[in-house]
């Protein structure tokens, strides 16, 4: 993985702007927790993608020193699995919010879960639309009034822990951005974890979102490390995920050695990147290309 | 164009389902290693099995890029094909089909019928079995030897073993004879061209310029008439060391390639007008990050899902409007299959160079149309550009991804090296990519980077060719197409040449950036101009007026979703001269 042996701290990651989120936003902790965990990894900024979508989280690759990617609203997975599919030297981190991921860009969500591409997938889960100043997200609860359900939420939010689960995800994991060392861990092991891990981030909004703030989930959260959990149970780890009351579980719920898209795609068994190879054809293959057509 | 010495059309209508691709694979290769021209055209439906399909092979010693006028021999694989073709076949053409369930109708040119008893004959209860008797009648007429037959017949059945080989002989054979013994042949044989040539699909074509220009990455969903490109990659990927992806929607596709070309890969995906809608909000998202990426839109007739299995030139104004905002992205629409071949190559380079996006058009005639083509032609190692890319580690500080330079031009580092960390976003950005879409909104900055951006594209029309007059420029006539309609219209001025009628063409290529200056100097001396289109509203018509304020005297236009044929576009100017319409629309002969 990492190949430096002067050791970074937190802090030279540090991006070139300061973020624009609101005092007390559950994204400062995301963001540090980041920081720490490829610091503590031994990674150098050149070593690393951060990719994100369109939001108020989506905005943390301008703050943090990596190389990065700031695409299009729902697409982060997209563009990041193109990113590793160039370069698969790269360590890629994919940012963004519940609205980002398991919203417009759900379609990549499902079938990213399904190639298992080496991908670490944070999403910062506010519950809300914040940037848009308060709308409902896809996983704001049953009955929220917000602007655009002045009479209460009627839809079942969607549950990503289950869905990543289902759909071949081979790292999944909840946390609560409150415990900075906590979700620091599980980035951790995300990045070390070889195929698709998600790491779903309660992170308040403490503008738009006055249900589910700091206090909620502080009361609520229950580590699955003290619960004695087998993750490589996939119907244990659903029913866990399925929780969402006075108990609200965090820790790694699922994980599997299935193989990542990296290693079972031909063309990256030799060679290096992508990125890195000689643009030319091979004066034999071309050849044969140009006989065939004969 | 189509002035060679033998000029030989045949066509192939079943259903789908009949294995009508198999003789029609067959007879390319014969024609292409005898070294003679092909140009092959197939009509057919959204359907897997049913419907009628219709296989057009014209074959001639002088270059073909069209389809043609004419149908000199139709073999027919069912009823349906004999009803609804037999009265297009005149006096000297033959009609070949399988007596035992084919009947002649009433509708008779002229034509020879020639009527195998392929049960008698074969003595075998395989459906296919009348397409390989046919193809052995076909030899015969045409005057090709049975051992060239045999040859390819082996060739073609040697993987599926002896027996499989020996039973399609032995019935070529039987159709052969009995052709041989009662029907009349064609006066003139296909001549030996020479240079044998070798076959591809406009699709292969563009595919292959791709890989030929380095292209590592391709992704797509599949759609018709684009998924040859895939196939074609998909085929050859592991070969050529290109990674091949198949993504759950073209929303995935477009970002996905935009992905792998920021990681500094030369990436590509194809898509028809359908696919390309989804794939535009990533079009601009290039053009703001300025990432070097390579779409291809093989239209087929819209709108909506529209007619999937149809050509139409449609989708001009969708590409010049692809995605929001107002920024600089290439535009070009290669005129013939070779032409789409070198101009891939050529695409990623300027792309490289100028750090946008760009489309390549092409269309269903082309694009699934098969042609011969010459090897030697086929530069497999053209030149590799990539422009003001930086792809060693630096151990100085200051690296400014977007940095305001003379040529607007900033040298673009590939991710992953080291001192060159640094952010692309979508939001507008700063030289240092800060965004100061938020909170820092600056009209200043937004000017510059503006301004920098589209100063790319000050100089790009020096690294293209412009367009070109063919023909006199005093002619009467100046035919003005775009894209796939290159091949046909020069066909029809040749005629209305011959004719008497004086005519030259002049063919765009490059859409964007667009020669208008050039095109003014040449059309401004003409006498009568005429677009021709494929397609409703004058798409191309409509964008000359809008960049050159020149407005054509006249318009043939075709959108019954079938290609021109030379003849259309001869008719058209002839009723223009005559003075019954300045807007001429064909009819489609040929109903499929």
């Given at each position: 993985?990492a190949?430096?042996?002067i050791?970074?701290?937190?802090?030279?990651f540090?991006?070139k702007s300061?973020?624009?989120?609101?005092?007390?936003?559950?994204?400062?902790?995301?963001?540090?927790?980041?920081?720490r965990a490829?610091?503590?990894?031994g990674?150098?900024?050149?070593?690393i993608?951060?990719?994100?979508?369109?939001?108020?989280?989506?905005?943390l690759?301008?703050y943090?020193?990596t190389?990065g990617?700031?695409?299009l609203?729902?697409?982060?997975?997209a563009?990041?699995?193109?990113v590793?599919?160039?370069?698969h030297e790269?360590?890629v981190?994919?940012?963004?919010?519940d609205?980002d991921?398991?919203?417009?860009?759900?379609?990549?969500?499902?079938?990213?879960?399904r190639r298992?591409?080496d991908?670490t997938?944070?999403v910062?889960n506010?519950?809300i639309?914040g940037?848009?100043?308060g709308?409902?997200s896809p996983?704001?609860?049953?009955?929220?009034t917000?602007k655009?359900?002045?009479f209460g939420n009627v839809?079942q939010?969607?549950?990503?822990?289950?869905?990543?689960?289902m759909n071949?995800?081979?790292y999944?994991a909840?946390?609560?951005?409150g415990d900075v060392?906590?979700?620091?861990e599980?980035?951790q092991?995300?990045?070390?974890?070889?195929?698709f891990s998600?790491i779903d981030?309660?992170?308040p909004c403490v503008t738009f979102n006055?249900?589910n703030?700091?206090?909620?989930?502080?009361?609520?959260?229950?580590?699955l490390e003290d619960?004695?959990h087998?993750?490589?149970?996939?119907?244990l780890?659903?029913?866990k995920a399925?929780v969402?009351?006075?108990t609200?579980?965090?820790?790694?719920?699922?994980e599997?050695d299935r193989?990542?898209?990296?290693?079972?795609?031909p063309?990256l068994?030799e060679?290096g990147p992508l990125s890195?190879?000689?643009l030319?054809?091979?004066?034999?293959?071309?050849?044969k290309i140009?006989?065939?057509?004969m | 164009?189509?002035?060679g010495t033998?000029d030989f059309?045949?066509?192939i209508?079943?259903?789908?389902?009949?294995?009508?691709?198999?003789?029609?694979?067959?007879?390319?290769?014969?024609i292409v290693?005898?070294g003679?021209?092909?140009s092959?055209y197939?009509?057919?439906?959204?359907?897997v099995r049913?419907?009628?399909?219709?296989l057009?092979?014209?074959?001639?010693?002088?270059?073909?890029?069209?389809?043609?006028?004419?149908?000199?021999l139709?073999?027919?694989l069912?009823?349906?094909?004999?009803?609804?073709h037999?009265r297009?076949m005149?006096?000297?053409?033959r009609?070949v089909?399988n007596?035992d369930?084919?009947?002649?109708g009433s509708?008779?040119?002229?034509?020879?019928?020639?009527?195998l008893p392929?049960g008698e004959l074969?003595?075998?209860?395989?459906?296919?079995?009348?397409?390989?008797v046919g193809?052995g009648?076909?030899?015969?007429?045409?005057?090709?030897d049975?051992?060239?037959?045999?040859e390819?017949?082996?060739l073609?059945f040697q993987?599926?073993?002896q027996?499989?080989?020996?039973e399609?002989v032995?019935?070529a054979?039987?159709?052969?004879d009995?052709?041989e013994e009662?029907?009349k042949?064609?006066?003139q044989s296909p001549?030996?061209?020479?240079?044998p040539?070798a076959?591809w699909s406009?699709?292969d074509?563009?595919a292959m310029?791709?890989?030929a220009?380095?292209c590592?990455?391709?992704?797509?969903y599949p759609?018709?008439?684009a998924s040859g490109?895939?196939?074609?990659m998909?085929?050859?990927?592991?070969n050529l060391?290109i990674m091949v992806r198949?993504?759950?929607?073209?929303i995935g596709?477009?970002?996905?390639?935009?992905?792998?070309?920021?990681?500094?890969?030369?990436?590509m995906?194809?898509t028809?007008g359908?696919?390309?809608a989804?794939?535009t909000?990533a079009?601009?998202?290039?053009?703001?990050m300025?990432?070097?990426v390579?779409?291809i839109n093989?239209?087929r007739?819209?709108p909506s899902?529209?007619?999937?299995?149809?050509?139409?030139?449609g989708?001009?104004?969708?590409?010049?409007g692809?995605?929001?905002g107002?920024?600089?992205r290439?535009?070009?629409a290669?005129?013939?299959?070779?032409?789409?071949f070198?101009t891939?190559?050529?695409v990623f380079?300027?792309?490289?160079?100028?750090q946008?996006?760009?489309?390549v058009?092409?269309?269903?005639?082309?694009?699934?149309?098969?042609?011969?083509?010459d090897?030697d032609l086929i530069n497999m190692?053209?030149?590799?550009?990539?422009g003001?890319?930086?792809?060693?580690?630096s151990d100085?500080?200051?690296?400014?991804?977007?940095?305001?330079?003379?040529s607007?031009i900033s040298p673009?580092?590939l991710s992953?090296?080291e001192?060159y960390v640094h952010?692309v976003?979508?939001d507008?950005?700063?030289e240092d990519?800060?965004l100061?879409?938020?909170?820092?909104?600056?009209p200043?900055?937004r000017?510059?980077?503006v301004e920098?951006?589209a100063r790319?594209?000050?100089n790009?029309l020096g690294?293209?060719q412009?367009?070109?007059l063919e023909?006199s420029?005093d002619?009467d006539?100046?035919?003005?197409?775009w894209?796939?309609t290159?091949?046909?219209?020069d066909?029809?001025a040749?005629?209305?040449?011959?004719s008497?009628?004086?005519t030259?063409?002049?063919?765009?290529?490059?859409?964007?950036?667009f020669?208008?200056d050039?095109?003014m100097t040449i059309?401004?001396?003409?006498k009568r101009?005429?677009?021709?289109?494929n397609?409703?509203?004058?798409?191309?018509a409509r964008?000359l007026?809008s960049?050159?304020g020149?407005?054509?005297d006249?318009?043939i236009?075709?959108?019954?979703?079938e290609p021109?044929m030379p003849?259309h576009?001869?008719d058209?100017?002839?009723?223009?001269?005559?003075?019954n319409?300045?807007?001429?629309?064909p009819?489609?002969?040929i109903?499929v």
């Amino acid at each position: 993985m990492a190949t430096t042996e002067i050791n970074l701290r937190p802090a030279d990651f540090k991006g070139k702007s300061n973020p624009d989120w609101c005092p007390g936003c559950g994204d400062f902790g995301v963001l540090n927790a980041i920081q720490r965990a490829v610091a503590e990894l031994g990674f150098r900024p050149h070593e690393i993608m951060t990719v994100s979508g369109i939001g108020c989280s989506s905005n943390l690759p301008g703050y943090i020193n990596t190389y990065g990617m700031h695409t299009l609203h729902g697409r982060s997975l997209a563009m990041a699995t193109g990113v590793k599919m160039a370069n698969h030297e790269m360590n890629v981190i994919v940012t963004g919010g519940d609205g980002d991921g398991y919203g417009i860009g759900g379609n990549h969500f499902t079938h990213t879960a399904r190639r298992n591409t080496d991908l670490t997938y944070i999403v910062m889960n506010n519950q809300i639309y914040g940037l848009t100043t308060g709308q409902i997200s896809p996983t704001s609860s049953l009955g929220m009034t917000t602007k655009s359900t002045p009479f209460g939420n009627v839809e079942q939010p969607v549950n990503p822990l289950t869905s990543a689960i289902m759909n071949g995800a081979t790292y999944v994991a909840r946390a609560y951005s409150g415990d900075v060392r906590h979700l620091s861990e599980l980035i951790q092991k995300g990045i070390q974890h070889k195929g698709f891990s998600i790491i779903d981030c309660f992170s308040p909004c403490v503008t738009f979102n006055l249900t589910n703030t700091h206090d909620f989930f502080k009361e609520r959260v229950k580590k699955l490390e003290d619960e004695e959990h087998d993750t490589s149970s996939w119907e244990l780890a659903c029913e866990k995920a399925m929780v969402f009351g006075d108990t609200i579980y965090t820790g790694v719920f699922f994980e599997s050695d299935r193989a990542a898209l990296e290693d079972v795609e031909p063309v990256l068994k030799e060679g290096g990147p992508l990125s890195r190879r000689e643009l030319g054809l091979d004066k034999d293959e071309a050849q044969k290309i140009i006989s065939r057509m004969m | 164009m189509g002035l060679g010495t033998y000029d030989f059309a045949l066509a192939i209508g079943g259903e789908a389902g009949q294995g009508i691709a198999t003789p029609g694979d067959i007879l390319a290769r014969i024609i292409v290693r005898r070294g003679l021209n092909l140009s092959t055209y197939n009509a057919y439906q959204s359907i897997v099995r049913g419907g009628h399909i219709f296989l057009t092979m014209r074959i001639s010693d002088a270059e073909v890029e069209n389809h043609g006028d004419k149908l000199d021999l139709l073999l027919c694989l069912n009823q349906d094909t004999m009803d609804r073709h037999q009265r297009l076949m005149g006096p000297g053409s033959r009609i070949v089909y399988n007596s035992d369930s084919v009947t002649p109708g009433s509708h008779d040119n002229g034509a020879d019928l020639c009527g195998l008893p392929v049960g008698e004959l074969t003595e075998s209860r395989n459906r296919l079995v009348q397409n390989t008797v046919g193809m052995g009648a076909i030899a015969s007429l045409m005057g090709i030897d049975f051992s060239v037959l045999e040859e390819s017949l082996t060739l073609r059945f040697q993987r599926r073993g002896q027996e499989m080989v020996d039973e399609n002989v032995r019935v070529a054979r039987a159709g052969y004879d009995y052709s041989e013994e009662h029907f009349k042949p064609f006066d003139q044989s296909p001549p030996d061209g020479g240079k044998p040539l070798a076959v591809w699909s406009g699709n292969d074509a563009l595919a292959m310029g791709a890989a030929a220009a380095g292209c590592k990455f391709y992704a797509a969903y599949p759609m018709s008439p684009a998924s040859g490109v895939l196939h074609w990659m998909a085929a050859n990927a592991r070969n050529l060391g290109i990674m091949v992806r198949q993504v759950e929607d073209e929303i995935g596709v477009a970002n996905m390639v935009v992905g792998a070309a920021q990681a500094g890969t030369r990436s590509m995906c194809a898509t028809s007008g359908g696919g390309f809608a989804l794939m535009t909000e990533a079009v601009g998202a290039a053009a703001m990050m300025e990432i070097p990426v390579v779409f291809i839109n093989v239209m087929r007739a819209g709108p909506s899902t529209g007619v999937p299995t149809k050509t139409e030139q449609g989708d001009l104004w969708q590409v010049l409007g692809a995605s929001q905002g107002d920024f600089e992205r290439i535009i070009v629409a290669p005129s013939d299959s070779l032409d789409a071949f070198n101009t891939m190559p050529e695409v990623f380079n300027l792309t490289d160079k100028y750090q946008c996006p760009a489309i390549v058009i092409s269309d269903l005639y082309i694009s699934e149309g098969r042609f011969s083509v010459d090897p030697d032609l086929i530069n497999m190692h053209p030149g590799i550009d990539r422009g003001a890319l930086i792809t060693e580690p630096s151990d100085t500080d200051g690296y400014l991804r977007y940095k305001d330079t003379e040529s607007g031009i900033s040298p673009r580092a590939l991710s992953g090296l080291e001192g060159y960390v640094h952010l692309v976003a979508t939001d507008e950005h700063d030289e240092d990519s800060t965004l100061i879409s938020d909170e820092f909104t600056n009209p200043h900055k937004r000017r510059q980077m503006v301004e920098k951006r589209a100063r790319k594209f000050d100089n790009i029309l020096g690294d293209i060719q412009g367009p070109v007059l063919e023909g006199s420029p005093d002619a009467d006539v100046t035919l003005i197409g775009w894209g796939s309609t290159k091949g046909i219209i020069d066909e029809a001025a040749g005629s209305l040449n011959a004719s008497g009628v004086s005519t030259s063409c002049l063919h765009i290529k490059w859409m964007v950036p667009f020669h208008g200056d050039e095109i003014m100097t040449i059309l401004s001396k003409a006498k009568r101009t005429i677009i021709v289109e494929n397609n409703f509203s004058g798409q191309f018509a409509r964008y000359l007026r809008s960049e050159t304020g020149f407005a054509a005297d006249g318009h043939i236009r075709k959108y019954d979703g079938e290609p021109f044929m030379p003849h259309h576009i001869v008719d058209g100017v002839n009723a223009q001269i005559a003075g019954n319409t300045d807007k001429y629309v064909p009819y489609q002969e040929i109903t499929v």
